[in-house]
């Protein structure tokens, strides 16, 4: 068979990473303002644009996509199908929302149309967690997702940046022109076309293919059904992603809020950009950090330092203490990702490998939206309707937030006793 070289694996797949990443926070970052500010949705029904689409994601890795995946062992394909199925998606959705008069109409189309693209995106999602554990051993994983978040973390950066230039159209348009003339979502489908190139460069994965790393230990299927480790441990990662994640959607509402910090659409660029400057930073060092101290360590830092960032995000209203704490949210992520991603890959099975990544990815896709659709959102338009401060509002959802994030330290402590004893 074939060799196919690390180096110009890596180089396919930061690629695809970059571009990625880019397409998300050229569209995603300012979504959300525009289903607010622009088209007048609620708090809760803004989440939805995250919620909606996460659910039918994870509905279709588990029960399609992962059973295709792991009974004909292929995952290259099934990213380039996912993204090219979304692309043209996007382009309909905004065809649709523009042809209705009613601005909340327009946006509950915008949200129905995502989810239906989730269905496409699923494929791409659960092809690419299961190809990087096709082609990396153990001890490779935590370096690699680190490089490669950091490599994501400069396409989101420029993504954010291009997406604040033309949310207001260079600022000589109205805000909200990106998303209701086109250009973010003509732009963003484009992206997703492009990103898929370096891909048909790559190995196919799957296991005992060219793809696999022949030298990789794993786990035996034996051992993960004969306990409840992996369960315990996705239990765990469902309350840190949910809670750390349930102020995603809302943050730049409140960033933007005029009886808040009341910054501009660039401004909110800078600030989110922060947080894409840490993820660059962090992703470098995380797979060195793994190495000494271990991905469980590691990865409870993790979890406690983005603890502290929402926090510090819920007690000030200086916008110096905003970038710090999105700066130390964009290394918390890095790690949180990469150790959890390495512990859970050698907790999987390889035969199962698709499959069961989708429980492990359910635990980061939903928390984007679910979280803030019934937490967050619910939390401050109830806050709202009984006469209390937006600004408070906003600020007890993400006291809420890091409650959530901290009652997940209880599983993993259950965790780390059980393999302590194994």
């Not at 004909?72 to 090219?84: D, L, T």
């Not at 990396?136 to 490669?148: I, M």
């Not at 239990?235 to 809670?243: P, R």
């Not at 960033?255 to 800078?270: D, N, T, W």
């Amino acid at each position: 068979m074939k060799q196919f070289l690390p180096s110009r694996l890596f180089v396919g797949l930061s690629s695809f990473e970059m571009m990625a990443m880019f397409r998300r926070g050229l569209f995603y970052a300012y979504l959300s303002i525009y289903l607010r500010h622009f088209l007048g949705l609620s708090v809760t029904e803004t989440t939805l644009f995250a919620t909606a689409p996460m659910i039918t994601n994870i509905i279709f890795q588990t029960f399609v996509w992962g059973k295709i995946s792991d009974r004909y062992q292929i995952r290259r394909s099934m990213i380039i199908a996912g993204e090219w199925l979304a692309a043209m998606g996007t382009i309909i959705v905004w065809y649709f929302h523009r042809q209705t008069s009613n601005p909340l109409t327009s946006g509950r189309i915008i949200i129905a149309g995502l989810a239906i693209i989730e269905i496409f995106w699923s494929m791409s999602n659960i092809g690419w967690s299961a190809l990087i554990s096709d082609v990396y051993n153990p001890s490779q994983r935590s370096r690699v997702q680190g490089q490669l978040a950091s490599i994501g973390g400069l396409g989101r950066m420029l993504g954010v940046w291009s997406g604040g230039l033309l949310y207001d159209g260079l600022t000589r348009q109205y805000a909200g022109w990106g998303f209701f003339e086109g250009p973010l979502f003509f732009i963003a489908s484009a992206v997703m076309v492009i990103s898929t190139i370096p891909l048909f460069f790559m190995p196919e994965g799957g296991t005992g293919k060219q793809a696999l790393n022949a030298g990789q230990t794993e786990i035996q299927p034996d051992r993960l059904d004969s306990s409840s480790i992996f369960w315990l441990f996705l239990a765990a990662m469902v309350l840190v992603n949910f809670g750390r994640n349930a102020i995603a959607i809302i943050l730049p509402q409140y960033l933007v809020m005029e009886s808040g910090l009341g910054i501009s659409s660039r401004a909110l660029g800078k600030v989110v950009n922060i947080q894409s400057a840490s993820i660059i930073i962090c992703g470098l060092v995380v797979g060195k950090l793994a190495g000494r101290f271990g991905d469980k360590k590691l990865l409870l830092a993790g979890i406690t330092t983005a603890i502290a960032a929402l926090l510090t995000l819920a007690i000030s209203m200086r916008i110096e203490m905003i970038y710090l704490a999105n700066f130390i949210r964009g290394a918390t992520d890095v790690i949180i990702m990469a150790t959890s991603y390495s512990l859970a890959s050698v907790l999987i099975p390889p035969a199962r490998r698709a499959r069961l990544f989708s429980f492990y990815n359910a635990t980061f896709f939903l928390s984007w939206g679910l979280a803030g659709t019934l937490v967050s959102g619910p939390l401050i338009d109830l806050l709202l309707a009984t006469g209390h401060h937006p600004v408070f509002a906003y600020r007890a959802s993400f006291v809420a937030a890091a409650v959530i994030t901290t009652s997940g330290l209880i599983p993993l402590g259950i965790l780390w006793r059980r393999l302590t004893e194994r």
